[in-house]
């Protein structure tokens, strides 16, 4: 028995190991996104989608969105993997970041952390305890508690209990990890042959006072495992106060029920005796505490001498046994013909989480009867898991079958439309010559230099001014025909006045002008800048178009053989997978109805005794007459 | 009898931590199959992150594309419900938020309303966010931005953040290159 409380203390903390993946990113719970793509990934993350985060990090990877989270984004894909019981992958990322010199501690820290929980959950122990120890001083407290428990658990499952309790003893962590830490403690405490601490320990662990489902489960684990140890040793009454403080309604309920009445019976209790195991009578008979109980409730009445009762007692569980092993057999028809997988699918509320706890609710059909048992052995549930995994793989990679239907067509409608577009807009590239006006450009821009250069400030005159000075070149012409004639001396005067105003307004708004003829022709530059950037892109996209959808037509060509080789492998895993199912189940089930066939027989047995006592010694007749 | 039923009580004694805990060794079928599994987990993921980019390449080329993101910091005077996203004065997201959605926002995930494509030059982008203010109260806000849409693809961020000092939300947007 201590030998499997071991194998109970080693795996416990499995059960709150998940979101410490999570944990993965450093910096949490605050986040500062550097890169919004980055974000994206985290947003599937958070909502526990690991599958689109995983294929969304390695495409923004891969097309350069992630470059200022590199690092987290990597130790992020290695958590993903390993969230998804890719282990290898897992741990090629987490010795590539550390093979990085450049590596910061703290991401190393977690980097030997995860790669430590990696080689745990394959079974190397020496090797993850070597990765565990070298990750310390930078972990937060959950996760060093993690790594603590870790490196315990490796150590009880190579029998190097005292390292274990070294690494146990004196620790303090955060509440839950502490009480799993206890627990184990106190299992491998015993182990060593330090009974009463160990069993103080678990004792503890046994009276934690709390709300939290973790900490309830494993109470009651606690409380079983003492309860069973005391009743071994030969001690009901601290057998049985343990055992009382085990849930009704948990997952340990019913063995612990049938302890306490065996605890009940070792003390010649056996009317209290009956309390417990009347109860297990109403429950499940596929849990191996309800079948016994259905032998333990004559076996109190024989004990009390009411062998009426105990005779009608045993015909029930005979009765019982016989109902019971007929419907194993409808079960294992139906599961012969495929229909538990499709139940355990329909079982499930949205493949992430919860479903477990629902398959207590599934209606009481012959392939969903026993489901809920099933999935109580390790086995049946990593293989379901498998399952719903090629399940969903099957799903997606139908999905992407008909896009890529859709895709062909959209390469080849887009192909013709461009063949269809591309002698119009030939013809409008052809109305346009950025070059020439690029040379205009650059000819206003060598006159305007030359006018600032040489103060021409006639060259910045407006179109107005401009004709007013052509108009007094004439004027100046007509005076020159006429020099030396006094005649004209006033009109000379006047012209001369005229000039010299006009001359006057222009240098006034020389510095404004100028600073707008500066501006116009940044403008201009832009314009002519934006002109050629758009040719050449139109240049570009003219000549590159048909390169481009050939491109993608062949990277669709290429994928659509892909989807289809692997939707045939993964259906070949799926039916592989479900025939492998099926097998677990009805040898199960089958392991189940040879039990209830000893059971029943056993019963026949006692039965058949109490009968032959009974006519080997009847009961005294009584005189008639008498009251 | 008794002997019998104490005997069968150790037995089951033994097998109670073993039903929920015990991880037997895998057998030889087993294994194939976890490897198969996991080979094909893995070319599954390759293809989808290849088929995501194809698609991505195919229908919001780098010249035309946009892309909108929605980030929230602590959201304490800012419940949101949905966002609606009009481009040019035509709709093209409207998007309610689950509860699942809103934690992940709350913890740092950014959320891609929005993927399309837009031709170069100027466009008006306006979100309009709906939720519940401080006290419960509806609440609705919009924000415009003028987007420069260049060659290369163009990133909006919407970022919705606690102001403090006014005891009210903000609705900053980002321009990423």
Redesign the interface.
């Known amino acids: 028995m201590l030998r499997r409380i071991l194998v109970l203390a080693a795996l416990a903390p499995c059960a709150i190991g998940a979101p410490a993946v999570e944990e993965a990113i450093p910096g949490l719970p605050a986040v500062k996104v550097r890169d919004l793509h980055y974000g994206d990934v985290l947003f599937y993350f958070y909502q526990h989608d690991h599958f689109d985060a995983l294929v969304r990090l390695a495409a923004y990877r891969d097309q350069g969105h992630l470059a200022a989270h590199a690092r987290d984004a990597e130790l992020l894909r290695g958590g993903l993997y390993l969230s998804l019981g890719q282990h290898r992958e897992a741990q090629e990322i987490f010795e590539r970041i550390l093979a990085d010199a450049a590596t910061p501690p703290e991401v190393r820290d977690r980097a030997w952390f995860y790669l430590g929980k990696v080689l745990y959950a394959a079974g190397l122990f020496a090797e993850s305890e070597r990765a565990l120890q070298s990750s310390s001083g930078t972990l937060s407290p959950e996760l060093d508690a993690e790594r603590r428990l870790l490196l315990a658990q490796g150590f009880m499952y190579r029998q190097q209990y005292d390292r274990a309790i070294a690494e146990l003893d004196v620790w303090q962590g955060p509440r839950l990890w502490l009480a799993y830490g206890q627990f184990n403690l106190g299992v491998a405490l015993v182990r060593v042959g330090q009974k009463e601490r160990g069993l103080g320990l678990l004792d503890s662990v046994g009276q934690i006072v709390s709300e939290w489902p973790e900490l309830v489960a494993l109470r009651d684990k606690a409380n079983l495992a003492i309860g069973y140890a005391y009743l071994q040793a030969g001690e009901p009454a601290a057998a049985r106060a343990a055992l009382d403080r085990v849930r009704l309604s948990g997952p340990q309920s019913s063995k612990a029920l049938l302890g306490a009445g065996w605890a009940d019976a070792a003390a010649k209790q056996y009317e209290a005796a009956l309390l417990p195991w009347q109860e297990l009578q109403g429950r499940n008979l596929l849990d191996a505490a309800v079948q016994e109980s259905y032998l333990a409730v004559p076996y109190a009445y024989a004990e009390l001498g009411a062998m009426a009762q105990a005779v009608s007692y045993y015909e029930k569980a005979i009765a019982a046994y016989d109902a019971e092993r007929s419907r194993i057999g409808e079960s294992i028809g139906a599961i012969r013909s495929g229909r538990l997988l499709d139940a355990a699918l329909k079982a499930e509320r949205d493949g992430r989480e919860g479903w477990f706890g629902q398959l207590a609710d599934v209606p009481d059909s012959p392939e969903s009867r026993y489901l809920y048992h099933l999935l109580a052995g390790h086995e049946f549930q990593e293989g379901l898991k498998n399952y719903r995994a090629l399940e969903a793989m099957s799903k997606n990679l139908s999905g992407w079958s008909d896009s890529l239907g859709a895709f062909t067509d959209m390469v080849e409608t887009r192909q013709k439309a461009f063949e269809m577009r591309l002698p119009a807009a030939d013809a409008r590239l052809a109305t346009v010559d950025v070059a020439a006006v690029n040379g205009r450009r650059d000819a206003l821009h060598a006159r305007f230099e030359t006018a600032i250069a040489e103060r021409d400030v006639e060259a910045l005159a407006t179109e107005e001014e401009r004709g007013q000075l052509d108009m007094l070149g004439e004027v100046d012409a007509e005076l020159a025909l006429h020099q030396g004639d006094a005649a004209y001396d006033d009109a000379r005067e006047k012209a001369r006045l005229a000039r010299g105003v006009l001359l006057w307004k222009l240098d006034a708004a020389w510095k404004v002008r100028s600073w707008q003829g500066n501006r116009a022709l940044r403008d201009l530059n832009a314009a002519v800048y934006d002109a050629r950037t758009r040719e050449t892109a139109s240049m570009r996209a003219r000549e590159g178009a048909p390169e481009r959808n050939a491109a993608l037509g062949a990277r669709v060509k290429e994928a659509s053989p892909r989807v289809a080789a692997l939707g045939v492998r993964v259906d070949a895993a799926k039916s592989a997978q479900g025939r492998h199912l099926a097998e677990i189940a009805i040898e199960e089930l089958e392991a189940q109805r040879h039990r209830l066939d000893e059971y029943s027989v056993q019963a026949r047995y006692a039965l058949a005794t109490i009968y032959d006592r009974a006519t080997a010694n009847p009961p005294p007749t009584t005189p008639q007459g008498t009251p | ?2 002997t ?3 005997s ?3 037995a ?13 060794e ?2 030889a ?2 294994s194939a ?2 490897a ?3 080979s ?20 919001f ?1 780098a ?1 035309t594309q946009i ?1 909108v ?1 929605v ?1 929230m910091d602590i959201g304490t005077f800012f419940a949101l419900d949905s966002v609606q996203i009009k481009v040019d004065d035509k709709e093209v997201a409207n998007y309610l938020y689950t509860d ?2 809103l ?3 709350k ?6 309303i929005w993927l399309g494509n837009l031709k ?1 030059g100027e466009h008006e982008v306006v979100a309009f966010f709906t939720g519940k203010g401080t006290h419960e109260r509806d609440y609705k806000r919009g924000t415009t931005l003028k987007v420069e849409k260049g ?1 290369g693809a163009k ?1 909006v ?1 919407l970022k919705i953040s606690d102001r403090v000092r006014k005891l009210q939300p903000e609705f900053v947007v980002r321009v ?1 290159e």
């Open positions: 009898m008794r019998l039923l104490i069968l009580l150790a089951i004694a033994v097998s109670v931590p073993a039903l929920a805990d015990d991880a037997p895998p057998t079928e087993r199959l976890d198969e599994v996991q094909l987990r893995r070319e599954v993921v390759d293809l989808n992150r290849d088929l995501f980019m194809l698609e991505e390449d195919l229908l080329p010249s892309a993101f980030s699942r959605e934690e992940a926002l913890r740092g995930g950014v959320h891609r170069a060659v990133y961020e990423w």
